[in-house]
């Protein structure tokens, strides 16, 4: 079976653009979650979706940050506008319904200049 | 949620020594309990989980762990390591619907 898949791999931007990320999970999975690594620091959950509703976005930094799962497929991630601190790896992560086990993408490595 | 911390962020090691990675973990109720691996330009993978039963878990390519509850630890070990293991090592916990990483090892394995 196909894994989770990302787009793009990287990203570079300026600050005040906007960035759209993009995850496809794996057929089947109602679970889909977004995670951030900064560097240096540790894997940062921001929001989790089982099917199309957002079940938990806590994690989000702010409201620059908008999540998508349009027919509980596949999701984006929006940065508007990016800032600096923005920078870093997104990864995207699915699982089975009943299932803890979370399956990731190769993630997106954004840079904002 | 559950909270993991690691140590030793940087270990380098040479062929055909053993690996010991430490993971301490925050009491959360039930314990749910991964190591992750990041080899280079790959995504990362699961190498094993503890959920319940026998504390000494086996995974892939001859990592293992080792739950210890009144230690709150998880430690990853590999007897004999080779220079394919180079990679970003995670200890994960999960709880309220999200996995809780520590900070990684950077294992660096020489030839």
């Known amino acids: 079976e196909a894994g989770v898949t990302q787009f793009p791999s990287h990203s570079v931007i300026e600050k005040g653009q906007t960035v759209t990320l993009r995850c496809d999970p794996i057929?089947?999975?109602?679970?889909l979650y977004w995670y951030r690594r900064v560097m240096g620091k540790e894997i940062k959950f921001l929001l989790h979706?089982?099917?199309?509703?957002?079940?938990?976005e806590s994690g989000m930094p702010n409201n620059r940050f908008l999540a998508e799962r349009t027919g509980g497929t596949y999701s984006t991630l929006k940065v508007q506008p990016a800032e600096l601190e923005d920078s870093g790896v997104y990864f995207c992560?699915?699982?089975?319904?009943?299932?803890?086990?979370?399956?990731f993408g190769p993630g997106t490595r954004l840079t904002v200049l | 949620a559950q909270s993991v911390s690691q140590h030793n962020h940087h270990v380098i090691l040479s062929e055909a020594a053993s690996l010991e990675l430490g993971c301490n973990y925050s009491?959360?109720?039930?314990?749910?309990l991964f190591w992750y691996v990041q080899y280079p330009g790959q995504h990362l993978q699961l190498l094993l989980k503890?959920?319940?039963?026998?504390?000494l878990v086996k995974g892939i390519k001859g990592f293992e762990a080792e739950f210890i509850k009144s230690k709150f630890s998880f430690n990853l070990r590999k007897p004999s390591v080779q220079w394919s293991d180079t990679a970003e090592y995670f200890c994960?916990?999960?709880?309220?619907?999200?996995?809780?990483f520590g900070k990684g090892n950077q294992v660096v394995v020489i030839p």
């Open positions: 992560a699915s699982s089975r319904a009943d299932r803890y086990e979370q399956f």
């Open positions: 057929s089947g999975h109602d679970n």
């Open positions: 979706f089982v099917k199309e509703s957002k079940q938990d």
């Open positions: 009491y959360g109720g039930t314990v749910n």
């Open positions: 503890y959920f319940s039963g026998d504390p």
């Open positions: 994960a916990g999960y709880g309220n619907n999200r996995l809780a």
